[in-house]
């Protein structure tokens, strides 16, 4: 897939009730600091603003409230289990992010990054479709939503973003309407 594109994944797939992100990448080998990419996934309201903080499924909290997503072992670097039919109602989309950790090593940005990948794939590890990040000018971005699960037509699709943040978690925060 390229950045802008769409899928249908219920439409396409009948039957298909769950699904499974895998996030995986490179980091360039560098003698200094080295970029920790952190997964998050932010469950949306219509408006395209997270339902609520509690609504957000990262390393501190692994499950979303009602158990639709869950951060699971994974043969990618991360793996992320969505179960669609028990995505509340009020869940419009479900955007997939990435972020560089700035406690770990340091401030970093994805300029070290290379191959980054979201796939989508049935629970049984059947690949649906992938979407790799594009090599560009990524030095300044230090967050990325790589796509997006949204509700469309009673069923479900998908859609490759790829866009970068250049002011990190608060940006992200700003646009979903967080507290981190």
Known sequence: MVAGSNAALTAENPGLEKVLLGLGWDIVPSRGPQA????????????????????????????????SISFAGAEDQEQIDVDLNRVPESVHKIAV??????????????????????????DQNRELLRFTVPRGNLDKINAMILGELYRHAGGWKFRALGQGYEAGLAAVAADFKLRL
């Open 36 to 67: 920790e990419l952190v997964p998050m996934v932010i469950m949306c309201g219509t408006d395209g603003r997270a339902i609520s903080d509690d609504h957000l499924v990262f390393f501190n909290q692994i499950t979303s409230p009602e158990g």
């Open 97 to 122: 992010l990435l972020y560089v950790d700035p406690d770990v090593r340091g401030p970093g940005t994805f300029g070290a990054v290379k191959n980054a990948y979201l796939r989508v794939a049935t």
